[in-house]
């Protein structure tokens, strides 16, 4: 399992969720420290303006335990405002696993301690500093202490009923005493929503006040001294609802919901346990708390609060919030899209146009809606999916992939992509995550779409064209886990600084409090819970039914266990029951919304258990598909090198797999790239250097004939086809550093890297190969060996042989062979044909007679070969003549918006209709075998491409309107 970790750029950093990144190769079990220790400040008591000393004895800290060296430990540090909120952190802290030397404590050997001297407006940024929080860390933050907190200022005041920031519930009429203490005189007001209620002209240390409460009231005691500092606190008092218990309309669910009858009505629904009463504010009532719009409570489940909202202005934009009587201010968890105040401001205008104002003063997401919508105009409403074992994915992160980082952009090249052949997309997570630049594993809803990469309608038109061009789209979830913006966390959690971030508290009906295993990140989703797996099954009908995508890429299932601990990874990494049984719940709830579509995890588990899952339900045409790695055994074949270079794992059967359920993949977004180890790494032999970038791109050539051949699903990372060299661990100023890991990479396209030439070529070449993958049915074979670096025949290894066949066909190619010298020297390679005869090279088209099934080949180093056995010819015009397929377009130009096509020899004949972009404009399907078809070809006057697809072949024609 990789690390997702150090995953967004926004402008705030989250201490609860900071302290969970580790930077590195692999996802390593960060194992925590907190500790208690015992530290002095000199002066104290002081003011933000004073300069101040910090010092932690040594026996505070054990180095050794901690593995650190040269006694490097770390302050990390915040700040918090006069009321002890508005949390920030230091500007120095760095990244959680890579420290600000700025902020290294100075070791003073003689006294064995630990020091740092600063001055808090300077160190920390800003003014009006009321507390300052820290803990001391190792650079990395694989350990760390407890959380410390110090007051600031020469005038101390402490709220002791009720608590500073604390909410008490009192009813209308009674009174509450207010007690607060100082540590020197001072003089005291009192206000409820901002108008004094009390205050005192004699300096005391000390006050109380008994306060009748008569509606809710945001409370704050001011202190002033006899030097004219001020300090103040707040709480907040609340007068308890009485809520009407009702049945929920049989129209409204959990969300968002439209009136089904009534476009000026919408309904909303909250799951709240452990909540008294919820609220609706919004820019309908001003966003203020009216009982009005207080929520009732369900009869049948009085967990559930729901509210109809009626009298709304179609097609005008609303925003809301729910507001709990704990005063938790949330977005609904089931928004199709949210508006952010840390995130919406850096989207441009040409990505995301008129996008709303975030409404001042929520803080927080809110939710949107609109009633009275126009719904999308799908162009395709019958996508055929390719078959789960032909699969050819393109694995892409948007953010990387184009320079404008956007759907437009992406629609762009959909001519690039369908000219790679490739017949699926798989998108890094697109649903709402913390800031705009990221790999999207930092998911916060994920039911909304990011805004970052545009609106909902382009994203439509990017899975409409993607299905207008054959192509399938799968989408990247992570349901292991939701960070500290989500709502399912924010509701129920531990938040002493009032910040709005904390931990999971112990009513979270989502999360573990502890997570559950080895690979936690961010919150850890209790996949046990009901309210969980609610919310994951919702979120999975959102993106096959709205936006039609064809399947999921399911981020680290090993996390779904509810078996392990954090601190034990080889309980994670064995085989897990509990977890094979909630995945095939959620195999069973995404196959009952819709039975073709993908579902492939990422588990890079035991055998035992992905079988499970692979082999689930395959009679009726069902089965999960499994991340198959395979990018260290290919790379050492691409590098030169023959240690560990054997895949013969891309071959299904090996992992005990009942269909060719194991997607094999070199490379993936997690892993790096193949070409970056070949030119830094590559291995030499006299003036042979695969150092030498054209060299190491005719080697990705050679890479892709020993996997695409192989028959079952496969995946590529973006532009690995164009020969991509940069590490997966480059930062952004060209430096390498495992903390970059997740950093903003060059554009391949802005590269010019798909006009160069020789990087074109290994574009062109894949192309090739996935093309006659996908034309020939003795790809879909079963049956098929891999021999990769066999020793026995091949001493020097590095020598690959790849044998395909399928017996029970009688037409055209049913065997295929294929041979790859990756040593650095020329091998005389022993074939082993299956039997003599007339073998072609697939690549060229050239047919030799082979004589002796084992007379050796010369291969150059890093050459290939693809031999199919000859039945006449292998191009795509032979194999239709052999089939006796063909297709004809009388009177072509098309001049009056008719034409006739004319079929022979189709079964389960589809046409369909391209224009030169790759938009499909039509598709109808053919009956009978031979015949004429009218088309009525009313398409604007161009030139268009007609498709016959039949199980006997496939057909091309060119079709000039005029």
Known sequence: MKNKLSLFNCTKKIRNDMRKFYSGLLLLMVAFTFGQISYTIAPNPFNETNAVTLTVPGNQIDEAAWGVSNNAIYIWSWSLDTNYQNSQDCPTNGSWNSSNELNRLNYNAATDTYSL???????????????????????????????????VGVLNLTLTNPAANSLTAVNTGNSINITATTNVNATFQLKANGTVVNSTST???????????????????IATDANSTVKNSTFTLQVPRNVVSQAIPGWIRQGINYSPTDNTKVGLALYAPFKNFVHVIGSFNNWTVNDAYLMKRDTANPDLYWIELSGLTPQQLYTFQYRTNDLRKVADPYSPQILSSYDDQYIAASTYPNLPAFPAGQGFEVSMFKTGQTPYNWQITNFQRPAKENLVVYELLLRDFTQEKNWQSLINKIVYLKGLN???????????????????????????????????????EFVDLCHQNGIAVILDVAFNHATGRSPLARLWNIDPDGDGYGDIAANNPYFNQVPKHSYNVFNDFNHTSASTKYYVERCLQQWLTEYRIDGFRWDLTKGFTQSCSENDESCTNAYQQDRVDILKYYADRQWALDPNSYMIFEHLGTDAEEQQWANYRVAEGKGVMLWNNQNGSYNQNTMGYKDNSNYDRMNHALHGFTNM??????????????MFKNLAYGAINGSYDVKNLNTALERMKTFGATFFTIPGPKMIWQFGELGYEFSINRCQDGTINNGCRTDQKPVAFTLNYDTNTNRKAVYDTWAKIINFRNQYPVFRSKTYSIESNNLANDPNGLITR???????LTLGMKNVVVL???????QNVVPYFPYAGQWQNLMDNSVTNITSTTAPISLQPGEFRIF???????????????NKLSLQIADNPVKNGMAQLIYHKVKNGEIQIYDLSGRRMDVFRLSGENGIYELKANYPAGTYLVHLKSDTGVAVQKMIVK
């Open 117 to 151: 001297s600063f001055t808090p407006t300077a160190f920390y940024g800003r003014t009006g500093i009321g507390r300052l929080g820290f803990l001391l860390k190792d650079k990395t933050g694989a350990h760390q202490t407890s959380d410390n907190y110090v007051n």
């Open 203 to 221: 300096p005391a240390t000390s006050y109380a006040y008994s306060y009748t409460v008569t509606q809710d009231a945001n409370m704050e005691l």
């Open 422 to 460: 490739i017949n699926a997309i798989e998108l890094m997570p697109i649903m709402e995550f913390e800031g705009n630049l990221s790999w999207g594993y930092n998911t916060s809803f994920h039911y909304a779409l990011d805004k970052a990469y545009g609106t909902p309608e382009k994203f439509k």
């Open 661 to 674: 359920s194991a997607v094999g993949y070199g490379e993936s977004h997690d892993e790096e790239r193949l």
């Open 802 to 808: 790849i044998y395909v066949y399928d017996n029970l």
């Open 820 to 826: 790859a010298n990756y040593s650095t020297a020329v």
């Open 868 to 882: 199919g056995n000859y039945a006449g010819s292998l191009s795509t015009s032979d194999v239709n003549a052999e």
